[in-house]
């Protein structure tokens, strides 16, 4: 019996170390293509064994035009404002629907729930903000359509607070002469950490890698987020390689292309923010989802 | 507590709740801008759309819309490949995120089970556009790895992934797995952790082996999850992920027939001239089809199951 259970231990061990190589060999790929020079790329492709060491493709992502770090700044700026406006509207609307004693909870329950069951779709949405919000080419256009407010997580933030918040507390609270906005801040926020720290996560993911506000509202250049930005430059990259054949017929150098590797540096730079931050709320990530999703 | 005259009531319910409803107004507002007001425009669909006029004064055309879509084959195609790759992936999804999930529950070493937890989930962390560049990484005609390290030295010929459909159908559902599968195994992983350890113990007394508790215990326990599951991905049915499609294919022309859903067929549209008029009635054929399928698959597991269902 201890025989089989351990060999079972270990094939379970050998499964898991193939799925996580799965998960991270794609990543590989793309750092080590970073970190080469563009000669090799060109001749090898993009390959797991570095060819020529080189750091010219960080060198020029981060010189050059100054259009990344610009993307960079807006990506972080909506990121965190988007984030944080996201956290309080959700909290606010989450904790009186958590509340059983609240008369009228239902409709304001139901008026939040349709709209995961029902919607206008993409062209009515887009008319809205662009002709009537007027949003095309402003920082509004990442911020606010869409992202700001999920149905889905106001309604995890519900479940976790009603199950994790015994309603004697809240009493006790008002027996000892608290305001319902006091005990939001002192009793129920700080329960409610968790699903804080989850949420946070979710909606700082939703914001940092959300590129299609971007394709559908920015035109212009100057506005491009880092998502936006690297959507552009793969389209472009297509766009250029496609030519490249006819190009390299007429005795135009591919050499004379943009570099393949700082497209990999690109990608390597737009996912190191959400790496760094990843762990750090990887802790609160399966009691979140445990309290406010599944019992949901 | 009791009043008869209305008036006192309210007065009374607004002092003792007031500043609880106000905690409503922002994502009240919020959701009437974003969510609500958008629904109403979906009548565009019955409209020979103009930019002068807008949505609410253009002219009326009827069904027009619907007439000219319903007799394109692009109608069946985007019908056809939402249906089909959503079901593959609801199918073949669960099936590989339960599994992982109770494979993590069965390892005994806490340092690992934390490990793998943490790694599973890194593609569910980046964007969609990040995942086409590691696409691309692959599978690009001149570079890409597959062409040139593996087919290469296999003395194959290399293959233009973006330009031939056949490929995308495994490529779309290898991808979309590989993105989602660590959230979802999560999701059942946080539902394994509530089991009452009690249940294992008496099984394990009772001489149970590992498969009969799997059996008996494990997914039983996993089974309203799978379900709640199982009914929002249904409901979401008619909804793609545009991304993936739009996106990882890097929008080429090609591959259209593959990779061509509803939602990327309204967008097309909408950016193209002169195709709004069949993309939004595309569009209101998702937004309703799509609502009446939740309606419907609810009401069915109302029927048979209704501690199950979502409403």
Known sequence: MVEKGKVFQILVHFIFILLCLSCLIPFVLMIVSSFTSETSLIRDGYSFWPGEFSLD???????????????????????????????IITTLYAYPLSRKDLPGKNAMSFFLFFTMLFNGGLIPRYMMWTQSLHIKNTYWAYILPN???????????????SNSIPDEIIDAAKVDGAGEGKILIRIVVPVAKPILATLTLLT?????????????????????????????????????????SQLAGSGVQIGMLPTMGIKMAMAVLGILPMLIIYPLFQRYFVQGIAIGAVKG | MKCNAGQPLVKKTLRKYGLLYLMFIPGAVYLLINNYIPMAGIIIAFKNYNVRDGIWKSPW????????????????????????YN?????????????????????????????????????FLISMVITSYLVYGFLAQDVG????????????????????????????????LWKQFGYNCIIYYATLMGIDKGYFEAAVIDGAGRWQRIRNITLPHLKPTIIIMTLLALGK????????????????????????????YVYRGMMSTGNLGMS?????????????????VNLIVRRVDRENALF
């Open chain 1, 147 to 161: 992202l700001l407010m999920s149905a889905f997580y106001v309604i995890m933030m519900r479940t976790y607070m």
């Open chain 2, 145 to 176: 790895f597959v062409n040139n390290s593996i087919l290469k030295n296999l003395g194959k010929d290399s293959i233009s992934w973006y330009s031939e459909a056949k490929y995308w159908p495994f490529i779309l559902i290898f991808v979309n």
């Open chain 2, 237 to 264: 049915i008619f909804y793609s992920d545009f991304g993936l499609f739009y996106q990882v294919p890097m929008n080429s022309g090609p591959l259209v027939n593959a990779t061509n859903t509803i939602d990327t």
């Open chain 1, 57 to 87: 493709a960080y060198k020029y992502t981060l010189m050059d035009t100054g259009a990344f770090l610009k993307g960079y700044g807006i990506s972080i700026l909506v990121t965190t404002a988007g984030t944080l406006v996201s956290l």
């Open chain 1, 204 to 244: 700082g993911l939703g914001y940092w890698n959300d590129w299609l506000n971007g394709l559908y509202f920015i035109t212009n250049d100057k506005y491009y987020s880092i998502q936006v930005l690297l959507n552009r430059m793969l389209l472009d990259l297509q766009f250029l390689m496609s030519n490249a």
């Open chain 2, 280 to 296: 939004s009635a595309a569009g209101f054929y998702q937004s309703i089809v799509g609502f009446v399928l939740v309606l419907s």
């Open chain 2, 61 to 84: 055309v009827g069904f027009d819309n619907f007439e000219y879509l319903f007799k394109t084959k692009d109608a069946w195609i985007i019908t056809r490949n939402t249906l089909g």
């Open chain 2, 87 to 123: 079901l593959a992936f609801i199918v073949l999804g669960t099936v590989f995120a339960v599994t992982v999930a109770i494979l993590l529950y069965e390892l005994k070493a806490q340092r690992a089970r934390k490990a793998y937890q943490t790694i599973i989930l890194i593609p």
